[in-house]
């Protein structure tokens, strides 16, 4: 890990959320950060735009291009051929979620959502007055599984969209084939729009496979819009880089009559030198990272079961984020609360993610073992203090 580990100095130092959201006293470990030093062909690709002072309108060209970096990452990582023509890049990928939101659906109509689920797909809904079609992941004992005889009863004649997150944030889980599947051949036999999220797909750890939604079958491609980035992967979120990918001419054209090009913006100069620099040439910076993440992973599952057995955990198959289901603690407060003020702990809050996740928090394993250690050890202690005074 030396090669990518930041002190916790240096962290306080940097200006951004994930460290500054919270009073000092309080150790960070929510928003999709991580906690460590950016690939170096990243860091390159900002230092020559720096250096040759390139700050005007951007003229790349060939391989330097957003859009063919994605065609082949996603034909190198996943065996995914697409055509460049039905790729847009974006600033990023909440962006794409309000733009479908708007393209394929009047107010009032319905939406689909694996709850629970990241909070943004929740405030598309709210804001651009749609209604929720709730689908609750399912606890089948082992992990949290897609509840399709649900969402088949949930579907009315007015849902007009079917929104998934894969891998799935919170929870971390991967979908199988089996999974998308059902979920792809209900959106054909209901015509729904398909959004699929696929932002964590390179963080996989092993057993899981990421299957992209458009690689399915072509009925199921051609309403399928995929948004991704490379920001969540190579810890670049700040760059605001994304990619919206259509799966048909057709589908492109019925969202560009709602949403035109220039309403959705052009990304800037260092987000797509980052990206391209990211996907074509950082790939071992990231398998080295995955190490440590699975090491994480490992640790916060081992921990939770030794030292707060009360909370209910699955370890995610995807991503750098630990769903703790926090209902058998009997805590005094909300779980987010009680872990903020009495543990001095900033976590994600549960209830942001919806109904399903109110006696929940999420937790980001994605920095050293010296920051994980001392917010475990914390989470820990307060449960404890708790628990003793109850005695």
Not at 85 to 108: H, I, K, N, R, W
Not at 180 to 208: F, K, Q, T, W
Request: glycine share 8%; net charge negative; proline share 5%.
């Amino acid at each position: 890990m030396a090669g990518f580990e930041v002190s916790e100095a240096a962290l306080r130092a940097r200006r951004g959320a994930k460290w500054h959201h919270h009073p000092a006293d309080v150790m960070p470990a929510w928003v999709a950060d991580m906690d460590f030093a950016v690939a170096e062909p990243v860091q390159e690709a900002i230092a020559r735009i720096v250096d040759q002072g390139d700050y005007g309108y951007p003229a790349r060209s060939g391989d330097e291009t957003l859009t063919a970096a994605f065609v082949a990452r996603m034909q190198d990582r996943f065996g995914w051929t697409v055509d460049p023509d039905l790729v847009q890049p974006v600033t990023e990928c909440v962006q794409c979620m309000y733009g479908t939101a708007l393209a394929f659906s009047e107010p009032g109509e319905g939406i689909v959502l694996q709850t629970p689920i990241y909070p943004p797909f929740l405030g598309t809904i709210e804001k651009t007055g749609r209604r929720l079609v709730e689908n609750r992941l399912k606890d089948d004992g082992t992990r949290y599984v897609l509840d399709v005889d649900g969402l088949r009863a949930a579907v009315d004649d007015t849902t007009r969209i079917l929104m998934v997150c894969n891998p799935h944030n919170p929870t971390g889980r991967v979908f199988s084939r089996d999974e998308l599947m059902a979920l792809g051949n209900l959106a054909v036999e209901r015509d729904l729009v398909i959004l699929c999220d696929e932002i964590h797909a390179d963080l996989l750890y092993p057993g899981s496979t990421h299957i992209p939604m458009a690689t399915l079958s072509p009925a199921i491609a051609a309403r399928t819009i995929t948004i991704t980035s490379a920001t969540k992967s190579f810890n670049i979120a700040g760059l605001r880089a994304a990619v919206m990918h259509f799966g048909s001419a057709d589908l492109r054209a019925r969202y560009r009559a709602r949403v035109p090009d220039s309403l959705m913006g052009q990304i800037g100069i260092t987000g797509t030198d980052a990206t391209v620099a990211a996907w074509r040439h950082a790939q071992p910076w990231l398998d080295e990272v995955m190490e440590q993440l699975q090491s994480n992973r490992d640790y916060v599952a081992q921990f939770i079961a030794e030292e707060i057995p009360g909370i209910h955990h699955y370890k995610p198959e995807g991503t750098y984020l630990s769903w703790l289901d926090c209902r058998a603690l009997d805590l005094p407060e909300s779980p987010y609360k009680f872990f903020l003020e009495t543990a001095k702990v900033g976590l994600n809050d549960g209830a942001m993610f919806g109904e399903a996740g109110k006696t929940c928090v999420r937790l980001n394993f994605a920095t050293s073992e010296t920051v994980l250690r001392e917010v475990l050890s914390r989470m820990a202690s307060a449960v404890q203090r708790v628990h003793a005074g109850k005695a």
